[in-house]
C-alpha cells in the first residue's frame, strides 16, 4: 500500500498482514532447520572424526583431522583413487540417461501442447508415460535383471537366434549395464520431466507461437527463438533437480547388481560407495563421502545455472540493458 | 468443496506431524506384562523380581525373533506350539551384504531402550559370524532361564554358541556334517558305476576329483554347477582363521587351494560361473541337468534342491550322498537368547523341543530329512536297516553317512568377519571367473573391499 492511498483513507490504522507471512511459512523453516540444515552440519562435524563399528564394539569417535579425506583421494595399488572412479561412474550414468530423458521429454511436451497438432487422447498418454514413475525402482531393477541375468528370456532368444553364444553375461559387460541403468532412469523419469516441461510450456503466452508463425518462423524457429527462451527457468529447474537426482543414484544401480557395481566396479555410483561403509557404520568415512557429493553437486549446480541462464537471458531485459549500454 | 478439501488436507498435515512424534505411545501402552497362567489378573508389574516366588512366571505378549531366511521358521510353526496369548513375530532380513547383521545389530544396540514387547527374544546366528554374538553380552547364559545343555548335543555346536570363558549362550538344532551329493544317472555314463562305495573310491582325494572332473568333461558333463560349489569344503579345513592375532588378513593354504583348483575348473569347463546360490546352478538339478556332483550337509535338500524335487522335472531317486575328498561341515543354524528377552519359559521351551524332544526331532529327520543335533536321534536312524532317504535320494541312509562325518567336525579358526570375506572374496573373484577382470584386479577389488567393509583389518602389502 503505498502513502499516497492511505492518506486518501483517512487516519485509518493499518493491519500488517505480513507477519502472518512469516507465521506460516515458519513450521516450513523450523522442519528444515532440525531436519536437513543440523544433520549437513553434523555430517561435516563427523567427517573429521574415526568412528566406526567393529562387530557390536565401538570404535572412536577420535579426531583425526582430513586422515578420512586423505583416505578417500589416496589411490590404490594400481594407481586408481576409487572416488574419482566411483564419481566419473555416476556422471556417466546420468548423462546416459538424461540426455534421452530430455530430448524425448522436450519433443513431447512440444507436441502435446502444439496448438497445431493438437494431440486427442492427451490424458491417456500422459498417464502411460508417467507410469514408470510409480514402480519402485527396486522392483523395476529387479523386472530388468530377471530378464536380463545369465537364464533370462532374453538370454535365451539370444542364444536361440545365434547372436550371443552360452558363455554371454549381460552383466559381465560394461557396456550392457551401463546401458540397462541409463534406460531405467530413462524410463522412469521421461514421464515426469514431459508433464513439468508442458506445465512450463502451456505458461507461455500461445499469442506468441501464432504470431512468430504469422511473421514466417517455421517450427524450429518457434522452438529455439520463442518457446526455449521462455521455457528456460523451468528447463533449468528440471535440468537442476534431475542432475541432483542423478548424483544421488543408489537404487537402480544397487539392485540391478546386488550392490556389486559389476563389471568391475563400473556402475558402482557415489552413493553406493556410501553405502559400503554404512556395514560398520562408519560415520567418519561416510562424513566424508558425503561432503564431497555435496561439494559436487553445489559445484556442477552452479555451472548448470551459470551456463544456461547467461544463454538465456529475459530477451526483454537483455534488449534493454542493449539499449542502456549504447547510451 | 474449496473448504472441505483445506480441511481434509490440515487434517492430513496434522496426523502427519502427529505420527512422526507419536510413535513411542503405542509401544509403551503394550508393555504391561501378563501372567503365563490364564485367569489370573493383567496387572501391569514393571518389576517381575517383586512377585512372589510361587506364582507363575511371567510372560510377554509378543516373542521376537530375527532371523535371515525361513528355514526355521518352517520348522517352529510345524513342531512349536505357541503358548497361548503370546504372537511370534517374525522379522527376516536376508544375509547378502551383511543386511542381516546390520539389522540385528541395530536391534540389540537398541535392546535396553526397547519396550518389553519390542525386544528381541531368540535371534538366529549363522557359523561364519555366530561369534560376534555370543561373546558380547547381547545373549544370555541359557542356564539362566534352566536350560542345560544335554550329551546327545553335537560338542562343536556347543563350542560354537559360548564364549571364551565357556558360558553357552544358545543352541543349534541341526548339525552340518556336509558330502558329495552325486546324480547317478551320470556317474554311470563317467565312471561306469553308481554304487556309492565304487564312487566314493573314485573321488576320495582331490587328484581323484580333478581326474573325474576331466573325464566328466569328456563325456559332455560338469563336475560342479558353480565356481564356489567345493569353497566350503576347503574353506572349513582351514588351518589358520582370516585374521591373526594382531587382525592382519591372512590367507590359509586351504583357500589358495580353492582359488588355485577353481581356476583350473574354469578354464578347462569343468564348472559354472554361477555363483554358489544362482539360479542357473540350481537349474542343473533337473533331470535335464549335465552335473556330476553337489556339495552340501542335509539341509541342502530342502533349501536348495528343490529343483529336483519338482514332480515333472526333477529327477527324485537319481541322487546318493558319499564323503567326498575331503570332509567338512557347513553353515549351521543357532538359535541365541537376547539379553534382556521377557519370554524365558519360552526360550527354554523351543530349546527343549528343538534339541530333545524325540518325538519333534524324529519327525524332522523322517519327513524333513534334516539331521539334527540330538545323537540319539540320528544314532538310531543310522543303525535302523529300514531307514533311507527317498525324498531325495534312492533310498540310501544318508543318516549313517552323516553320522560317520560328524564324528570330526570341530570347531576352530572362525573369526567375527567370516560371513562378509567368504562372499567378499567369493563375489570379486566371480568377475575374474566370467572374464570382466584379470585375477590380480579382483583380488585388488577384494582388498578395497575389506577396507570398506571392515576398516580395523590389516591388509598385508600386495
Redesign the interface.
Known sequence: MSKKDSKTLGPQKSVSYAKWGYIFILPFFIVYIVFTLAPQFLTIYNSFFENYRSGLKQIGPNFVGLDNYKALFTADPSGTVRILKYAANTLILWIAGAVPQFVIALLLAIFFTSYRLNIKGQGFFKTVIYMPNLIMAAAFSMLFYTLFSRVGPIQGLLENWGVVDKSFDFFSVRITVRGMIALMNFLMWFGNTTIVLMAGIMGIDQALFESATIDGANSVQVFFRVTMPLLMPIFVYCLITAMIGGIQMFDVPQVLTNGKGVPNEFTRTLVMYLNGYLTTKNYGMGGAISVIIFIITGGLSAVVYKMLSAQYKDPERQHRQRKGNVI | MKKVLAILLAALMVIGLTACGGNNTPTTTAAPQTTAAPGTTAAPTTAPTEAPTEAPVTQGKVFNIYAWNEEFKGFFEKYYTVPEGVTVNWVITPS???AYQ?KL?EA??NQENAADDDKIDMFLAEADYIG??VD?P?TMDITSFGFQNVPTMYEYTIKAASDPSGVCKGVSFQCCPAGVIYRKSIAKDVLGTDVPEEVQAKIDTWEKFDAVAAEAKAKGYYMTASFAETFRAFSNNCTMPWVDANNNLQFDPQITAWMDQTREYIKNGYTL??GVW???KT?EMFKTGKTLCFFGPAWYYNFCMTNAQDPAEGCVGDWCLVKGPQAYFWGGTWLLAATGSDNAPMLKDIFETFTVNTDVLNKMVKDDNQYVNNTDVVKAFAEDPNYGNTAILDGQNDIAIFYELAKDIKWENHT?YDQ?LNEGLQ?KLQ?FY????DE??AM??F???IA?????IVIPA?
Open positions: 547378502d551384504n551383511g546390520q545389530d540389540l544396540l560376534k554374538y558380547s547381547y560361473t554361477a544362482d539360479q542357473e537349474n567375527n562378509l563375489n568377475e566370467n572374464g570382466s577382470v590380480e584386479t585388488l577389488n582388498y578395497n573391499y570398506e567393509t571392515y576398516p580395523d600386495h
